[in-house]
Nanobody, 119 residues
Framework: QVQVVESGGGLVQAGGSLRLSCAASRSLLSINSMAWYRQAPGKQRELVAA???????NVADFVKGRFTISRDNAKNTVYLQMNSLKPEDTAVYYC?????????????WGQGTQVTVSS
C-alpha cells in the first residue's frame, strides 16, 4: 500500500509558476514510478510527467520545456515544477504511484490539487 498526498495547487496568472508536491508514504526507491496526471473539465485524464525509481524522467510533449519533474528521496516526495503557465494548463493535477506487485501494477492515487491559470 502507498498513500500519496498532493499539495501546492492554486490560482496563478498566465506566465507564472507553481510547484506541486507529492508526498508518498514509503520510499520512492520501492515504487516503480511516480507520475503526475491532469484532468481538465470535460476532458480525459492525461499523463503530464513521470519519474522512475531509477531516476529516469519523461515529460509530455505539450508541457515539455515548461514543466519539470524531480524528486527528493530523503523526503519521499516528488515535485512538478510548472513554469510559463498557460490558461490551458488549468486542471486538477493528480499524483500517482505505480508499484509492481507480482505480475500486476498497483496504482495509488492522490486526491488531486486544483491548478487554475487566469489569462
Amino acid at each position: 500500500q502507498v498513500q500519496v498526498v498532493e499539495s501546492g495547487g492554486g490560482l496563478v496568472q498566465a506566465g507564472g509558476s507553481l510547484r506541486l508536491s507529492c508526498a508518498a508514504s514509503r520510499s520512492l526507491l520501492s515504487i516503480n514510478s511516480m507520475a503526475w496526471y491532469r484532468q481538465a473539465p470535460g476532458k480525459q485524464r492525461e499523463l503530464v510527467a513521470a519519474i522512475t525509481s531509477g531516476g529516469s524522467t519523461n515529460v509530455a510533449d505539450f508541457v515539455k520545456g515548461r514543466f519539470t519533474i524531480s524528486r527528493d528521496n530523503a523526503k519521499n516526495t516528488v515535485y512538478l515544477q510548472m513554469n510559463s503557465l498557460k490558461p490551458e494548463d488549468t486542471a486538477v493535477y493528480y499524483c500517482a504511484a505505480h508499484k509492481l506487485a507480482g505480475y500486476r501494477i498497483d496504482d495509488y492515487w492522490g486526491q488531486g490539487t486544483q491548478v487554475t491559470v487566469s489569462s
